[in-house]
């Protein structure tokens, strides 16, 4: 099994800083790309940055500038540094990791965490 365990959320004013950070840990061969995606209620999930193993990074344009995305691929673990933040921040943040659990199985499958809120008062 694979898991992925998200940590760093809260409630933090405008203007201030978070950290979120997500690990995959159980049964990974390799991960290529990792990203983090939000969702608004009543709103499908968006993407807001996503980064390859090779450290290509991609952001959303409403976070370019505020936002930063990074790995550390010997832990299988991706950040997200969101500086900055606005109230219209304010959503639940998952992480995604593409990841192949097998070396003989050259499949590779798209993981996602559980969810962290963030909150950002005005």
């Known amino acids: 099994q694979v898991q992925l365990v998200e940590s760093g959320g809260g409630l933090v004013q405008a203007g201030g800083s978070l950290r979120l950070s997500c690990a995959a840990s159980g049964s990974v061969f390799s991960i290529t790309a990792m990203g983090w995606y939000r969702q608004y209620p009543g709103k499908l999930r968006e993407l807001v940055a996503a980064i390859t193993n090779a450290g290509s990074t991609n952001y959303a344009d409403s976070v370019k500038g505020r936002f930063t995305i990074s790995r550390d691929n010997a832990k299988n673990t991706v950040y997200l540094q969101m500086n900055s933040l606005k109230p219209e921040d304010t959503a639940v943040y998952y992480c995604?990791?593409?990841?192949?659990?097998?070396?003989?199985?050259?499949?590779?499958?798209?993981?996602w965490g559980q969810g962290t809120q963030v909150t950002v008062s005005s």
């Open positions: 995604t990791a593409d990841l192949r659990r097998e070396k003989i199985v050259d499949v590779t499958t798209r993981y």
